[in-house]
Each structure stands twice: as structure tokens, then as C-alpha cells.
């Protein structure tokens, strides 16, 4: 009788962790874009027994699953199936059957991050089950019956308010330890009790005939315990919607790029020309530097105007990458092979001594600042 109760009360608590497990693992599939992700909770632990129920039961075994969820950074509901057993005291007289409950609740949670550590408080409010054996206590060495509580089940409210605190032991996984307070609302459990302190007499024997005469006593307790546990925490929602966000912005980023494949070829070769005019006029620089500043307006409009509408068409294209074809364009071809050819020691700008031919004899009027070197705007302005 004892294992068909065990039984059945364990098939209760299986069927439901599964049930709950099977449906926060199905909504946090489905809810790809909430960042808020399900929590599961696995806790095991010991149970001790409260008040009046002391004298009934010893410390036993309690197990459970929480489903959560957050709603923020701080709170979150949480959904729970519980299951306990307890065995009966070992000073009463009877048989090895134990006392067994199995509660369901929900309730809010509140939780605090200390970087990689947590402190949760929860309160939770519920339905419990009870399966209560028969308790009866006989006198020492006697059949004489002092206590005496009947076999039944019983099922009422349920309440349990606690504090996990835990830490981070890798990504989406955490441990924790828990005390918790439960209580069963469950109209009470009675039981009949006999007080046989007169029939007692100085040498400690008991009067049975006295005893027999003694009207039992009404009386109740509730099934509160106090649990202190031991969890596993796992994150089970969507906590990479950053990264995926991320990803996808790539993604459209490299279709814009593909696109635009077929526009970039003739860019593409309308630079190889350009680079190849640079190249060959270079070698005229030294004879008269001053009359290629003078010269490039033309090749400079165009040069401008083709990457103008190349970065119209790559928008998508982070604007660092084209920073050195713009500056190419701004320097122009002209201030370019001036740049090359004279800045001798690289520090993009030409002193008097680095000067040839024709801006030679014009330095000092270039030299707008006057402080002995002509930059790139100085040069730009000239050309201009």
C-alpha cells in the first residue's frame, strides 16, 4: 500500500516537471525575438518539519522544478511542481510509511545581479496534495493507545516564500543554494490525543483501567516545513539577439555589396587608368612642378565626380574604407606627385629646402602662414 502511494505521488510529480519542461522549452522556441529569456530551475534538498508536525515526522527529501520567466532585469513569475516526503517519527510504534505532498504554484520573483552573482527572493501561491498515513502511539509495553491520527488525503492552499542565492558557473548555466518556508492550507490535519499524566503513579506504572477512561482530545497541525536546497539554473530563451541582430546586419550588408559588384568593375578600371596617368607623369614633375599644379583642374572634376557617384551607389559600405580614395581626390593628381616627389623626409608637407623649380621661386608666396612650409591646403588653395 505504502509503494502504490509512493507510486502514484512520484507519476504526479514527473508528469508534471515534464509538462512544464516541455512547455517552456516549446515557448521559448516559438519567441525567437524576446529578449527576455525562460529560465528552468532544478532544486533538491532536505525537509524539515515545523511546529506541531515535529512530532509526527523526521527530516525527509524534497525535490522540485521552477519554470521562469522575466519581464525585466529585476522581476520575474515563476512557475513551480514540488514533491516531498517525510518518514513517519521513529519513536511511534507503527509502520515505515511516510508522509507525502505534491504542490503546484506560481508567484512573483525578484532578483539582484552582482556581476556574476545572484540573490533571489520569490513568494509563491498554490494547491498541495497530501497523502497522511495512519499514526498511532501506544503506551511503552502496552496497546494502550495515546495518540491516534487516521490515514487520508487532503488537499487545500499552499504557500512557499524563499531566497536563492547563487552564482554564474558558465554561460547559461548557474548553481545556487535556497532555504524556503512552505506551508499547506489544508484545513488543517487532525488528530486525537489522550493526556495520561494522572494515571500514572510514583513508581511510573500506568493505570489501564484509568487510562481507558481518559476521553481523547482534538487537535491539528499544519504541514509546514522548512527546506534548505540545492539547484541548477539553466537559461533557456533567446539570449543571443544581439549576435543574431548583429549577423543579419552583415548579412544585408554583403547582399548590398554584391549587388553593386557589376558598378564597382568599371570604377574599378577607371582607377587603374587614373593611377596609370599618375604614373606617367610623375617623371615630368622635376622640369616644371609648378605647371602640373597649374594643369589638373580637368582630370581633378572628373576624378571627384566618379567618386562622388561611387559612393552614392556603395551607401551600404562603411565610409572609412573610400577615406583614402577621397583623400587621393582632394590632394588631386597635381598635389599628389608634388607631395611624392619633394617631401623628402614624409611628413606631408614641403619646406623651402624640399622645393624645386618653379614653387620654388613662388614658396613665399604660397607660404601663407609663414611658417616655412607649404601643406596640402596651401597647395590645394593655390590650385584652386
Not at 530551475?41 to 522540485?64: A, I, N, Q, R
Not at 598635389?335 to 619633394?342: A, I, R
Amino acid at each position: 500500500m505504502c509503494f502504490l502511494k509512493t507510486l502514484k505521488m512520484f507519476i504526479k510529480s514527473l508528469f508534471t516537471a515534464v509538462m512544464l519542461l516541455f512547455y517552456s522549452v516549446s515557448f521559448s522556441q516559438g519567441s525567437t525575438n524576446d529578449s527576455k529569456p525562460f529560465i528552468l530551475d532544478f532544486v533538491s534538498g532536505v525537509s524539515y518539519p515545523l511546529g506541531d508536525f515535529k512530532s509526527f515526522s523526521e527530516t525527509g527529501f524534497k525535490s522540485g522544478l521552477v519554470v521562469n520567466k522575466k519581464f525585466c532585469n529585476n522581476i520575474s513569475v515563476g512557475f513551480n511542481t514540488n514533491y516531498t516526503a517525510l518518514p513517519i517519527k521513529s519513536n511511534i510504534g507503527v509502520s515505515n510509511e511516510k508522509w507525502h505532498a505534491f504542490s503546484l504554484g506560481v508567484g512573483p520573483q525578484y532578483q539582484i545581479d552582482i556581476n556574476k552573482v545572484f540573490v533571489q527572493f520569490y513568494g509563491h501561491l498554490g494547491v498541495s496534495f497530501l497523502d497522511i498515513p495512519e499514526v498511532i502511539d501506544f503506551y511503552p509495553q502496552t496497546d494502550l493507545v495515546l495518540t491516534s491520527l487516521k490515514e487520508a488525503n487532503s488537499s487545500g492552499l499552499n504557500t512557499r516564500l524563499g531566497i536563492n542565492i547563487g552564482a554564474e558557473i558558465c554561460k547559461g548555466l548557474r548553481f545556487f543554494v535556497s532555504t524556503e518556508y512552505t506551508t499547506s492550507y489544508n484545513g488543517h490535519i487532525n488528530y486525537q490525543i489522550k493526556d495520561v499524566t494522572n494515571a500514572i503513579d510514583d513508581g511510573g506504572n500506568i493505570n489501564a483501567d484509568i487510562v481507558n477512561n481518559i476521553p481523547f482530545e482534538n487537535k491539528d497541525f499544519s504541514f509546514s516545513t522548512m527546506n534548505i536546497q540545492f539547484g541548477i539554473r539553466l537559461d533557456l530563451g533567446n539570449t543571443n539577439q544581439k549576435a543574431t541582430s548583429h549577423n543579419a546586419s552583415r548579412s544585408n550588408r554583403s547582399n548590398n555589396i554584391k549587388h553593386d559588384d557589376s558598378d564597382e568593375d568599371s570604377g574599378i578600371g577607371q582607377l587603374e587608368g587614373h593611377s596609370a596617368n599618375i604614373s606617367g607623369r610623375i617623371n615630368s614633375v622635376n622640369d616644371n612642378p609648378n605647371d602640373d599644379l597649374d594643369g589638373e583642374d580637368d582630370n581633378i572634376a572628373k576624378a571627384t565626380s566618379h567618386n562622388a557617384s561611387r559612393s552614392n551607389r556603395s551607401n551600404n559600405i562603411k565610409h572609412d574604407d573610400f577615406d583614402e580614395d577621397s583623400d587621393s581626390s582632394a590632394y588631386s593628381l597635381s598635389v599628389l606627385k608634388v607631395l611624392v616627389e619633394m617631401d623628402i623626409n614624409r611628413d606631408r608637407k614641403i619646406s623651402k629646402l624640399e622645393a624645386k623649380g618653379d614653387l620654388k621661386e613662388t614658396f613665399e608666396k604660397r607660404d601663407v602662414n609663414k611658417d616655412g612650409y607649404l601643406t596640402e591646403n596651401e597647395l590645394k588653395a593655390k590650385n584652386q
